[in-house]
């Protein structure tokens, strides 16, 4: 249980072009997911939390009106790139919060496979 | 050995060896602590987590210990595998209203056949 998907796996695009993201929870709903992005040999870094029905909170840096977030149902939240520049190029990763479990697991996220993004 | 590179420490160990991967966090009123594994193109796989009132949990293969005295997290894998191969990152997390993940460097591990 509690996979994530992404789509698409891979994308290139032209620069100044919009790029769309799809995060999905398969087996589970998801209230609250997050969206990384993750350059190479480096770490996973925040750029905003999505939350089912409201606005989505950006981490300081991010440009919310080039980074726009959806979080439409309680399974899908989408990712626009808008006007790809070079610079955006990186993989972005998206996870779903699974509510704490009385398994011992605690305040666990799953994560999607990744979007390789490469803007030319 | 060990050994930290521009950007991600690197440890190579040798087939059924185990295994020591440390990491240092920041916020001493982080909650838990969660150790994923990330092979190459991937998104991240849960290993294992800790709650702060803990100081040592164990999986299968697998030893978190936390030392919040000194902020310091490890993670010991015990006869490591080829399949272990991958980016480890510590993450910290507060629960409630600010739930997020703040992620560690991470450290590429390298199982010698």
């Known amino acids: 249980g509690a996979v994530v998907s992404q789509h698409p796996s891979w994308v290139i695009c032209k620069s100044g072009t919009s790029v769309k993201i799809e995060c999905r929870s398969l087996?589970?709903?998801?209230?609250?997911m997050f969206w990384y992005r993750q350059f190479p040999k480096q770490s996973l870094m925040l750029m905003a939390t999505?939350?089912?029905?409201?606005?989505?909170?950006?981490e300081q840096g991010v440009e919310k009106d080039k980074f726009l977030i959806n979080h439409a149902s309680l399974t899908l939240s989408t990712l626009t790139v808008t006007s790809a520049h070079p610079e955006d190029s990186s993989f972005y990763i998206c996870?779903?919060?699974?509510?704490?479990?009385?398994?011992?697991?605690?305040?666990?996220?799953?994560f999607g496979p990744g979007t390789r993004l490469t803007v030319l | 050995g060990e050994s930290v590179g521009l950007h991600l420490p690197t440890l190579s160990v040798q087939e059924g060896d185990n295994s020591i991967i440390n990491c240092a966090y920041s916020?001493?009123?982080?909650?838990?602590f969660i150790w994923y594994k990330q092979e190459s193109g991937k998104g991240p796989q849960f290993i294992i987590d800790?709650?702060?009132?803990?100081d040592k949990r164990q999986g299968q293969r697998v030893t978190v210990l936390l030392n919040k005295t000194v902020k310091h997290l490890s993670l010991q894998i015990a006869a490591t595998q080829p399949g272990d191969s991958a980016v480890y990152f510590c993450?910290?997390?507060?629960?409630?209203?600010?739930?997020?993940?703040?992620f560690g460097k991470g450290t590429l591990l390298t199982v010698n056949p």
């Open positions: 993450a910290e997390g507060r629960g409630g209203s600010n739930y997020k993940l703040t």
């Open positions: 996870s779903a919060r699974v509510q704490p479990r009385t398994s011992g697991i605690y305040n666990e996220q799953f």
């Open positions: 800790i709650r702060s009132n803990m």
């Open positions: 999505s939350n089912e029905g409201s606005k989505a909170t950006y």
């Open positions: 916020n001493s009123a982080s909650d838990y």
């Open positions: 087996d589970f709903q998801a209230t609250t």
